[in-house]
């Protein structure tokens, strides 16, 4: 008879694994069932983020933007470093080592923790059983007390540029170019659309990034985007706003994009075209029909609060579900049933998640923009200090950007704090601990930052918000 366990999780991504693990940790014998295959056709953990996601991606940015470093910023510090030269095949190289090495960390984790890792395809039968179909193709069903389902998502595509081997491509596939197409598009400039046009302009691509939107990273601080759009051009993007991508033709090995602007109707030739027009919950196969799981319009499973589905037993979470689609959000979720599941009480804060463009440089928000708290009719005050006038950004030589801190007006409570500049990835934990603690914009004016640093942007920020940012003219503050 198959074993039975205290719960199955089918997905090993950042969110499945992480429950996992969790669950094993709190004493549930616990099983992860997993379809993922490498190239050599092994089940490997991971999910989106190890295999083709956040680490792969980042393993280039990281390479890439070392280059340019080296070859036009380096002189800027005195150091002479000619005939600088590129090895596209051994970076990319180097990021699938990387990833080979994570992936295989995440079978040795489960070992560890006591987790039964299950090859193959799971599919909920009921709200306690899980039917896994090996790779031979043969099925078992499993009991369980409870059952998480972290599927993930998948990259969605659209009718005008069907995916077209080596021509048209996604996410995935524009991380395994093996040299740097001469005229590269990108439609959509998103967060993954910005962070894969990086790459490639970095790496001597001429990129055009067509977004079908007016407004530039919408989710962010108007002041912070603006910025960042700029930077971006300065960079070599050309980045076309209001630009809707309506069709595409293969001629002679180049992809002609057809896209209406404000101009009319227009059209681009590339060498290469990525399509990053974001993702959508995957779900395929997952729920078997007649049991009571519902999606909603957009295909999301239906959860409560705690990540709940209809059914008692049977839990959602990560990409499949609604919210923001994060490796972090995925992991806190899949921490939380596991908790919930082991009996602890245990609840997310989704007022303090976190997002990152790992361009060049970091663009990071936690909470609301000015412009979120205007529309809720939540009066604000804000503070906001440029990376110009810190002595460690000098030193650095980072010394684009800004941070800023938005904060209630009449409690100044922390909405949001919004950065770009060099590692803003890193410095906006310190926005994520003031929501989680719920502090003041004060409290953070009010603490000791280590000199020099970049952080010291983000108390400057908070300092500003009365309008007492020490190193600069402060605008003046109504009392
Ligand atoms: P996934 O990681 O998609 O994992 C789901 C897993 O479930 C997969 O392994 C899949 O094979 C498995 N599965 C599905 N159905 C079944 C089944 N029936 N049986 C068995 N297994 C099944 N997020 C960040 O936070 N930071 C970043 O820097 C970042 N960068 C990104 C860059 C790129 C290029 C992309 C594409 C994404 C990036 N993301 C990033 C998003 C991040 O990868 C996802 O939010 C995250 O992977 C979601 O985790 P998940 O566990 O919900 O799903
Ligand atoms: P994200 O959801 O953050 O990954 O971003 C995807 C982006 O793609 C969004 O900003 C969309 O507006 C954009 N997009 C979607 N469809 C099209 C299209 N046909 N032409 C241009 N941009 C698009």
């Not at 979720?333 to 009996?343: F, L, Q, S």
Request: glycine letters at 10%; one cysteine or more.
């Amino acid at each position: 008879m198959a074993d039975k366990f205290d719960l199955i999780v089918i997905g090993a991504g950042p969110g499945g694994y992480v429950a996992a693990i969790r669950a094993a940790q709190l004493g549930l014998k616990t099983a992860c069932v997993e379809k993922w295959l490498n190239k050599d056709g092994k089940v490997v953990h991971g999910g989106t983020c190890l295999n083709v996601g956040c680490i792969p991606s980042k393993a280039l940015l990281e390479a890439s933007h070392k280059y340019v470093e080296a070859k036009e910023d380096f002189s800027d510090l005195g150091i002479n470093a000619s005939d600088v030269s590129v090895d596209v095949k051994k970076m990319m190289a180097r990021k699938s080592t990387i990833v080979k090495n994570l992936t295989g960390g995440i079978a040795g984790l489960f070992k560890a923790n006591g987790v039964t890792a299950l090859d193959g395809t799971g599919k909920v039968v009921s709200g306690k059983q899980v039917e896994v179909t090996d790779l031979d193709g043969n099925a078992t069903t499993y009991d369980a007390d409870n059952i998480v389902i972290a599927a993930g998502s998948v990259p969605v595509e659209i009718p005008p540029t069907p995916m077209t081997e080596g021509l048209i491509v996604d996410s995935t596939g524009a991380l395994e170019f093996q040299e740097a197409p001469k005229r590269l598009g990108v439609i959509g400039a998103g967060v993954i659309g910005l962070e894969l046009g990086s790459v490639w302009n970095r790496l001597g691509s001429e990129v055009t990034v067509l977004e079908a939107m007016d407004d530039f990273l919408p989710m962010v601080d108007s002041a912070i985007a603006k910025e960042t759009q700029k930077l971006l051009k300065k960079q070599g993007m050309d980045i076309r706003m209001g630009a809707r991508v309506t069709g595409s033709d293969i001629k002679d090995n180049e992809v002609v994009v057809k896209y209406s602007d404000e101009k009319g109707d227009q059209e681009a030739t590339f060498d290469k075209l990525i399509v990053c027009v974001g993702r959508r919950p995957y779900t395929k196969g997952v729920i078997a029909d007649g049991v009571s799981i519902d999606l909603d319009e957009r295909g999301f499973i239906h959860v409560d609060d705690q990540c709940r589905t209809g059914v008692p037993t049977v839990y959602a979470i990560g990409d499949c579900v609604r919210g923001p689609m994060l490796a972090h959000k995925a992991s806190e979720e899949g921490i939380m049933v596991a908790d919930i599941i082991a009996g602890h009480k245990a609840q997310m804060n989704y007022d303090a998640i976190p997002s990152v463009i790992y361009t060049s440089p970091e663009v990071a928000w936690v909470g609301m923009t000015e412009q979120d708290a205007k529309a809720k009719g939540i009066k604000t005050k804000t503070g906001a200090f440029p990376f110009a006038a810190s002595g460690r950004a000098m030193a650095n030589n980072a010394t684009e950007g800004q941070a800023k801190v938005i904060a209630d007006a009449e409690t100044d409570r922390i909405l949001g704090m919004h950065i770009v500049g060099q590692h803003a990835g890193e410095m906006i934990a310190q926005g994520v601990i003031a929501m989680e603690f719920g502090s003041s914009a004060e409290d953070l004016a009010l603490t000791c930052y280590a000199h020099p640093t970049m952080s010291e942007a983000v108390h400057e920020a908070a300092l500003a918000v009365e309008g007492h940012a020490i190193h600069m003219a402060n605008r003046k503050k109504k009392r």
